[in-house]
């Protein structure tokens, strides 16, 4: 049953962010189906809950990065100067899509 609970969380939660609103009820069809598919994950050499909860941490650490990247860019040359890097290196790193380390 916990299970579902997440599911449906990632449904309510996760969904209408990552999605847009015209593919909002194609996305929760498409969720429903998992929701009933869970019933036979012991079966499964996989389990959705570990899953999900990766696949959220990694939402996670991408928008911390894409956040302290959009603030580096924002620094002023005094405050990179004390944290030892240049305008250019601050522009080469806040540049980087979020996804690249």
Avoid at 25 to 40: C, Q
Avoid at 69 to 92: C, F, M
Wanted: aromatic share 8%; net charge positive.
């Amino acid at each position: 049953m916990d299970h579902i609970k997440f599911i449906r969380f990632i449904n309510e939660l996760i969904v209408p962010i990552l999605s847009g609103i015209d593919d909002l009820n194609e996305d929760k069809a498409m969720l429903h189906r998992a929701t009933l598919d869970l019933k036979w994950t012991s079966e499964r050499p996989w389990r959705v809950d570990v899953l999900l909860t990766r696949a959220w941490a990694q939402l996670r650490h991408w928008r911390a990065i894409y956040r302290q990247r959009r603030a580096l860019l924002g620094l002023s040359d005094h405050l990179l100067k004390d944290i030892g890097i240049s305008r250019v290196d601050a522009l080469q790193e806040g540049n980087k899509p979020f996804w690249r380390s």
